[in-house]
């Protein structure tokens, strides 16, 4: 990233063209499609990643209020029903919580 920061400097934009225009929105999709083709990862399409990271921070324990302003919605309710997942390690974590709670 630092790199391409050094090609871009004044940039804002995730993704753009050589000559700093923007990209085909396609173009992003089929380079993720070409990294996952010959690899064993699930096909995800690039919002999927907004929804990852957003069950990421929650689960790193940033309270729902972060996670909501970081992904800049106006609603709580947006985040919370859409956008956060409960991973695995999350409730893996439940019992273990619950049975710190009740001292077993």
């Not at 063209?17 to 070409?34: Q, T, V």
């Amino acid at each position: 990233m630092d790199e391409l920061h050094k090609t871009y400097p004044k940039s804002k934009k995730i993704f753009e063209s050589e000559n700093g225009g923007f990209l085909s929105p396609a173009k992003p999709r089929n380079w993720l499609l070409s990294i996952i083709k010959d690899s064993k990862l699930e096909p995800i399409k690039i919002h999927g990643f907004r929804h990852t990271h957003a069950s990421l921070i929650f689960d790193a324990g940033m309270t729902l209020k972060q996670a909501q302003q970081r992904l800049g919605h106006s609603d709580l309710n947006t985040t919370m029903n859409v956008y956060i997942h409960i991973t695995e390690k999350a409730v893996d974590d439940i019992g273990e919580r619950f049975s710190n709670y009740i001292d077993f």
